[in-house]
């Protein structure tokens, strides 16, 4: 059995921050453990439209300038190239096709155990799988009789097959409002919320958000059990609002069931609809941790700024609002990355 200083599950952005720093706080060469056929996180199956929402000097990971105009929001396929050169860059054994299905603790130390069978020994294990691999499908009454299509945002990639259908999609963040203006342009398109929807600006006075949150330090505070419990809001510089409009897609409050062919509305009114598609979000999950006591009853982490409570030598990077607001993001995760490094090596 080959053992490794450090073991990452998961290669990703996270992951891969974490390893481009594990050098720094002492750790030794890191093995990377990713269950895809490459080391670019869930970037290769998002949406082909989606844009990021930074700028691409808030966008990059350490050690590594995001290519490019710097005041441009890169594309998911430039995501994706940037993970691709970052992870060749890297001093790091880098083991693709290996989904990790356990981990235990055993005399001192982490097994690693992959899905061939193939086991690992390592000193430290950090989790960083990421808050994109298991999507988030409420199941609302009627679903079952529904002869529709119900899909999540983890499975749309373009408009194209929703031409000419009624088309509901639910969720009040910058996925679902990404998606149902693209989907206006083609479809009789609606957006079902629980919520009236909110709009931040990206840009104020002459200044994109991020350079706000970066100079008065909001992106890094941690402040977490706060931002956590701020409604959602759309950032959004004009185009996606205007974009809405310009379609005829509009705002309803949420569905309260399915039918055979369609949904029925909070007032009663029934509808024909083709398809409902998801924009709800992922939820953690570590499947593979169960039974080492770092997980709770509902198999999320109990974790405290991304080290494990009461399990040694087990991390977590990639976690939304993990520290601060930019957690879970491209700009943040080298920051949590480097603060759970220097605690697990203390």
Not at 55 to 84: I, K, N, Q
Not at 259 to 284: F, H, I, N, P, S
Not at 324 to 339: E, I, M, N, Q
């Amino acid at each position: 059995m080959e053992h490794s200083d450090l073991i990452i599950i998961g290669a990703g952005q996270a992951g891969l921050a974490t390893a481009a720093l594990a050098r720094r706080y002492g750790f030794g060469r890191p093995l990377l453990l990713e269950a895809a056929a490459e080391p670019a996180g869930s970037w290769p199956y998002y949406y082909d439209s989606l844009t990021l929402f930074s700028p691409a000097r808030y966008s990059a990971l350490p050690g590594l300038p995001f290519p490019g105009d710097p005041d441009r929001y890169p594309t998911r396929d430039e995501v994706v190239d940037y993970l691709r050169q970052y992870a060749a860059r890297l001093d790091a054994d880098i083991r693709t096709r290996t989904r990790v299905t356990s981990v235990r603790r055993e005399g001192g130390a982490w097994i690693v155990t992959a899905e061939d069978g193939e086991s690992w020994s390592a000193r430290t294990v950090i989790a960083a799988t990421g808050n994109y691999t298991t999507p988030r499908a409420p199941f609302l009454p009627g679903q079952d009789a529904f002869s529709g299509r119900v899909l999540h945002a983890a499975e749309y990639r373009n408009p194209e097959s929703f031409a000419g259908q009624r088309v509901v999609v639910v969720g009040g963040g910058n996925t679902a409002v990404q998606i149902a203006a693209e989907l206006g342009a083609v479809a009789d398109t609606s957006l079902a919320t629980r919520r009236p929807l909110g709009w931040m600006p990206q840009t104020m006075l002459g200044r994109d958000l991020h350079w706000w949150l970066k100079h008065t330090r909001l992106d890094i505070a941690p402040i977490r059990r706060w931002l956590a419990k701020l409604p959602v809001s759309v950032l959004d510089d004009g185009r996606y609002r205007a974009a809405l409009d310009r379609h005829g897609v509009d705002q309803r409050s949420m569905f309260a069931r399915y039918e055979a062919d369609g949904v029925v509305w909070d007032d009663g009114t029934k509808e024909r609809v083709d398809a409902v598609l998801l924009a709800t979000g992922y939820q953690l999950a570590f499947p593979y941790l169960e039974g080492t006591g770092a997980l709770d009853h509902d198999g999320q982490p109990l974790q405290r700024g991304g080290v494990a409570s009461g399990v040694p030598a087990l991390g977590f990077v990639g976690i939304e609002f993990q520290r601060s607001f930019s957690s879970k993001t491209l700009r943040g995760v080298g920051r949590d990355a480097g603060f759970v490094l220097a605690r697990l090596r203390s």
